[in-house]
Nanobody, 125 residues
Framework: QVQLVESGGGLVQAGDSLRLSCAAS????????MGWFRQAPGKAREIVSA????????YYADSVKGRFTISRDNAKNALYLQMNSLKPEDTAVYYC??????????????????WGQGTQVTVSS
């Protein structure tokens, strides 16, 4: 059974940092693109960042560019999101996702096949 489990969320103040982790099990994702998405209350889920299988290609939403860094450790089957200079508008449930077959990144939610349950990030002003 494939599982993606996020951790590292919490309540922080504006300007603080958090590091999200996603632990994958049930299959290896070393050949798959992975990504972080988020969903704020009353809003649609949106992409935050994505990374190719090798880590050589990354994508960031404009709203997080320069503040967030995505990385992965294929040996550990893990994905990370370092979030710096957090803002109240970053408050959301953050989800880890993986593509089943494809190694290149995608911006589309529909092209990710596996999803975690999410971890809450709350940034107070």
């Amino acid at each position: 059974q494939v599982q993606l489990v996020e951790s590292g969320g919490g309540l922080v103040q504006a300007g603080d940092s958090l590091r999200l982790s996603c632990a994958a099990s049930g299959r290896t994702f070393s050949s798959s693109a992975m990504g972080w998405f988020r969903q704020a209350p009353g809003k649609a889920r949106e992409i935050v960042s994505a990374i190719s299988w090798s880590g050589g290609d990354t994508y960031y939403a404009d709203s997080v560019k320069g503040r967030f860094t995505i990385s992965r450790d294929n040996a550990k089957n893990a994905l990370y999101l370092q979030m710096n200079s957090l803002k109240p508008e970053d408050t959301a449930v953050y989800y880890c996702a993986a593509r089943r077959y494809y190694s290149i990144i995608s911006y589309l939610i529909s092209e990710y096949d596996y999803w975690g349950q999410g971890t809450q990030v709350t940034v107070s002003s």
